[in-house]
């Protein structure tokens, strides 16, 4: 065995450097001889990416050997997406119930004048109700597709398991397109109330009057409806189109999409869910007298004094009165792409 | 017990497709419905490689673990099997498949999914051995008889290989050693690709 003679210890560092470069140069020896690979692992290789070749067997992506993306989705589908979905799911349920018991729902300020005023003709409020419906079918039907086995299985059989997500997915499938419709249909009647206002941002900085005794004026909807509103049409529409795509196989779209579909379902689903729990909490237990609209059409004058004192203003019950500082004046509504003159 | 496995030897394959046909006619599976079938790479050029496909049977199957029924189990010789009376069409287990394996038929309208089938290693079903539920529903329990997958037992050149795990790795392993090229001439003199190029036979 060759030993090296060293004077001093930092030469025979220098050694062991010396030799670690030549032994990491070794490789550039063979490199001339780059032709010689193994034509074998190349091929796998090209599988493993999903190369497709001919097949004798007619159908959609015979020819593929491999596909990789399945075990990503089973990955995302079985890991963080059902993880945070029900997180998400479960904090916002229990962050309301202990905003309920600590705060209480808003209650009215003045008592009832007895007065009424029309809020929601008969149209909107069978389409709010039909999409209600809709809504929470879908959701129960999917939430037990993806985490029936989790949570019910312990609780049932497998043959009760398996008729209860046969019906889910039979009545998710059917209403889905349904819902596209009333959510389009929804989007169209909503969407001039619905745009924004200078005066909104007053609504956010004082959480909607929840926090504190004043209420922020609002027009027909207020910033938080508008919110809700905006949610519901980005990722309503999110979750349609992908749901579409899952619906029909017969479009002949490939795993990669019905992957990427599935996952994007189940994002927009969940922030869609997250997002009707805190609708349903304030339109029902959390605020006095606003499920009584949407479900007789009118509102008491002093509850909308409370909450839409601008939309009274607007459609001429109530004059304008003298205005605080803070109080912006009524704008008329602006278009988000109109630019501010 | 050992564990079941299918293995094809791609030096081997000739792309005459009987696996696929065999399978269809021990089974009788439904029209449209393909259990296995041979994907040939670079066709028509040198060094073209054909395989045979069907479910795999994997240690840890990607179709059991999204599957929203659990509807999947292993048997004791370690073939992935499903109950179809369990199965609700939603089509998990085929986004998840790498192989491709779970196949549908259409059922209903706009392409909803019936009850998936898949290759069962022919080893039929969590019906009783033999009964005509299970052939109906799953196909021949051939492995009930003590026969093999038959796919396998008439493959021509042998290429598409099923049994214990060991006894097919074995197998494979002999002629693979085998193929190395050899100076007696009777295999021939030059192979273009392969395990003796994979090996440093740099003679060729």
Known sequence: MPTGKCDTPI???????????????????????????NPRSDWWREIREGVSGYSAVVGQETGELIQASGEFWRQLRNGPVSWFGGLALGGVLAALSVF??????????????????????TMERCLHWVTALLF???????????????LLLPLLDHEALSSVLHWSKLVHNFSGPVFVICLLAMTLIW?????????????????????????PPAGRMNAGEKAWFWLLVVFG???????????????????EWMQLSHLFHLVGAIVLMVGALGHIYIGSIGTEGALEGMVRGKVDLNWARQHHKLWLEEIGIEKPGPREKETSPIERPRSFFRPTT | MGRMKFLCDDERCIECNACVTA????????????????????????????????????????CAAVCPVDCFYITEDGVVLHDKDLCIGCGYC???????APQFPQEGAFGARGKMDKCTFCAGGPEEDHSEAEFQKYGRNRLAEGKLPLCAEMCSTKALLAGDGDIVADIFRERVVRRVEREDGRTPPKIPWGWGQAYGDKKS
Not at chain 1, 17 to 34: E, K, R, V, Y
Not at chain 1, 191 to 215: A, I
Request: hydrophobic share 40%.
């Open chain 2, 23 to 62: 399978c269809k006619n021990e089974n009788e599976v439904p029209w449209g419905i393909n259990r296995r079938r041979v994907v040939t790479l670079n066709d028509g050029q040198p060094g073209e490689k054909s395989i045979s496909v069907a479910c795999m049977h994997c240690s840890d199957p990607p």
């Open chain 1, 237 to 255: 529409l999110l979750v349609s189109v992908t749901g579409m795509a899952l619906d029909f196989p017969v479009f002949g779209l490939g795993r």
């Open chain 1, 136 to 150: 929470i079918t879908l959701a129960l039907t999917g939430l037990s597709i993806l985490y029936g086995r989790t």
């Open chain 1, 100 to 121: 309920y018991l600590v705060k209480g729902p808003i209650r009215l300020a003045k008592p009832r004048t007895g007065v009424m005023v029309p809020r929601w003709n």
């Open chain 1, 191 to 215: 969407f001039k109330d619905n745009l924004w206002r200078r005066v909104d941002w007053q609504w956010f900085k004082s959480f909607g009057g929840m926090f504190g005794d004043d209420h």
């Open chain 1, 11 to 37: 030469r025979s560092n220098r050694w062991i450097l010396l030799c670690w470069s030549l032994l990491l140069l070794t490789p550039l020896l063979w490199a001339g001889d780059a032709d010689w690979t």
């Open chain 2, 94 to 100: 085929f986004y998840a498949c790498p192989f491709g």
